[in-house]
């Protein structure tokens, strides 16, 4: 990603033209160089061979500045300086000839703050007051792009950009609905905003993986002037559904609640895994026995447990006594269970029986739910004698299993020896007896990292084999290909290449000559701030005889490095991309704990694949002779 200052740099560089004077006009090479600030701008990217061909031309409508076409003639970029100041304040980036991206200066300072997806790419269209590259709020959005954006937040567990899709104070004053409505909402709100932070921890809903398919609702409805003192009509969605493809198979999460606001849509709850009960028009529109859903008929019963698990998770945000979290935990599995013995059909109890065993294994991890193992262990076996759901057996099993090795490293008197041995052979044991099912990929990652950490490589070797043999098409296959990579690196060299976070393009390559530290850390990680400092001090007193430390950031927003940053200088590059450990950076040599630190020689080869900041100084007055 580009940022405004580079972009400014840049700009500045192509802009130095006459509309007559085409002897000043950029390269193709250096007009393509530009960049959206936002990343998920879905644009036409030439290759080498087609960007030699296309041409580029002085704008001669709109404003001044640059065009570029590809061989046929098809817009592939415009940049404009719409107030003729000889600086650019618009790129705008093409799709099969339609504009579906647009950066916009609207200050005309040199930095963007507004970002536009136009064309096939939608309506959005957000605002950066403070020009750091980030939205601040959306000025457009539509009720598809905002479920969109709330499955972003999930799966990259992204408080902030959730946040952003929040119905604000000042947005509901002027609302004009009647003062108990304002109320209601201003609760909800509240709650989605104190609650959004451990729901994106500890969520099982969105993963990594998981990919946004399309909208699920039926039709906004209308809440009129006059309606419990409302001075004006209010537009919205209840029960707003965003579906969503996980590895080829398909999910529902619930939105709830959306507000027009302007020509943008605004969420006021938190997100669920299961429907919730209607808030504007469910008196109105639903008889009091029977609801019409996705899945069928839903009964009065079942409506009602529902609502009883809406209030629960509402309760649950808002406690954080450990006594009140785990009866909070107990009575949340209580309803899960009688919702699945309520399910009309064998794939709806399926699902609330995973959402049992998920918000059941969560809880224990969390230590909120002790007593939620026996009860786990227990649905496992009763699945085992249930032909309809035997093959839920396997996950169920698995979430008891993982639930049970994180209580036993909990207990304060714990064998940490005698758990770790019971914990690889559980694991193996799944491994054997679940070979194709949807948890033994984890499971053997699982094992094979138990066997690493262990200093059994042979064993995590084998196991990490396993996994990309055996499940290809699994992200997991991925983590543990390049964790087998990792662990056979020393003597060999690495590949590795990324962008800054400001904007700048790294090659391990480059580096060749000198000796590098890469280290892979996150803010979160105390341990890995220390690294920082002993990084710091050892750069200062070995930089000129050839050291050079490079940094992978593995935050999971890039917002929390730019502050760390910005208070706490690093004097060495930070590669970032989104997505944490799970993102391309971390997964090219399966990285799963942090701090996680790699040497490299002069010749470009790893002779240290994971040492520790006290070894540094020795190894490098041993390297840099």
């Known amino acids: 990603m580009l940022t405004n200052d580079l972009r400014f740099a840049v700009a500045a560089a192509v802009l130095a033209f006459s509309p007559l004077n085409l002897s000043a006009s950029p390269t193709v090479e250096q007009a393509l160089e530009l960049k959206p600030i936002q990343t998920d701008a879905e644009y036409d990217i030439p290759t080498a061979e087609k960007a030699a061909k296309c041409q580029i031309e002085a704008a001669r409508e709109l404003g001044s500045g640059w065009i570029v076409r590809d061989e046929s003639g098809q817009m592939l970029r415009r940049f404009l300086d719409t107030n003729n100041d000889k600086k650019l304040d618009q790129w705008s980036y093409f799709k099969d000839g339609i504009e579906v991206y647009r950066d916009v200066d609207a200050n005309f300072n040199g930095k963007a703050d507004q970002y536009r997806w136009l064309g096939t790419s939608g309506t959005r269209w957000g605002l950066d007051k403070n020009e750091d590259g980030l939205i601040d709020n959306w000025k457009m959005i539509s009720p598809e792009e905002t479920t969109a954006e709330v499955i972003a937040a999930l799966r990259e567990r992204d408080v902030e950009r959730f946040k952003r899709l929040l119905l604000t104070k000042t947005e509901l004053a002027q609302l004009g609905v009647g ?11 509240k709650s989605a905003e104190d609650g959004i932070a451990p729901l994106a921890k500890s969520q099982t809903m969105v993963m990594s993986q998981a990919k946004w398919l399309h909208f699920g609702g039926t039709r906004p409805g209308v809440i009129p002037i006059g309606a419990d003192g409302a001075t004006k009509d209010l537009v919205a969605y209840d029960n707003a559904a965003a579906i969503i493809d996980t590895d080829g198979k398909h999910g529902q999460v619930s939105v709830g609640t959306l507000v027009r606001v302007g020509d943008g849509w605004r969420v006021v709850d938190l997100p669920k895994s299961e429907a919730s009960a209607g808030f504007f028009y469910t008196s109105v ?18 409506q009602s447990l529902l609502g009883d698990l809406e209030k629960i998770d509402k309760q649950l945000a808002e406690t954080a006594d450990s006594a009140s979290l785990a009866k909070l935990n107990r009575s949340r599995a209580d309803i899960l269970e009688k919702i699945a013995a309520q399910a009309s059909s064998v794939e709806e109890r399926s699902t609330w029986t995973r959402q049992f065993a998920d918000s059941v294994s969560a809880a224990i991890q969390a230590g909120d739910y002790p007593d939620g193992i026996d009860r786990l262990k227990k649905v496992v076996q009763d699945l085992a004698s249930d032909r309809d759901m035997a093959e839920l057996v396997p996950y169920v099993k698995f979430q008891y299993l993982t639930a049970d090795y994180s209580q036993k490293l909990q207990s304060p008197n714990a064998d940490f020896a005698k758990i770790q041995e019971q914990w690889l052979k559980d694991l193996e044991d799944f491994s054997k007896d679940f070979p194709k099912s949807d948890s033994a990929p984890e499971a053997m990652l699982q094992l094979a990292v138990a066997h690493e950490f262990a200093g059994q490589e042979a064993d995590a070797a084998k196991w990490y084999s ?4 055996d499940f290809s098409a699994s992200p997991m296959a991925t983590k543990a290909a390049g964790a087998k990579r990792r662990l056979e690196s020393v003597g060999h060299s690495i590949q ?31 341990p890995c701030k220390e690294d920082l400092k002993t990084i710091k001090a050892l750069q200062a007193r070995y930089a000129t005889k050839g050291f050079a430390p490079l940094g992978i950031n593995l935050d999971g927003e890039a917002k929390s490095l730019t502050e ?34 790699l040497l490299i020689d002069k010749s470009g080869q790893v002779v240290r694949r994971n040492i520790h900041s006290a070894e540094l100084d020795t190894e490098l007055q041993r390297l840099l002779k």
């Open 179 to 189: 003062k108990s409505l304002e109320t209601d909402l201003a609760s909800r709100i």
């Open 564 to 597: 760390y940053l910005q208070a706490t200088s690093l004097p060495w590059p930070q590669l970032y991309e989104p997505g944490g450990l799970d993102s391309r950076l971390a997964n090219e040599l399966g990285i799963m704990t942090l701090p996680t630190m």
């Open 496 to 526: 590795l290449q990324g962008k800054t976070h400001d904007g700048r393009s790294i090659d391990l390559t480059a580096y060749q000559g000198r000796v590098v530290l890469i280290h892979y850390w996150a803010t979160w990680c105390e």
């Open 285 to 302: 529109e639903r008889a009091p026995d029977v609801i019409e859903g996705d899945t069928g008929n839903v009964n009065g019963a079942m």
């Open 466 to 469: 396993q996994v990309v043999s």
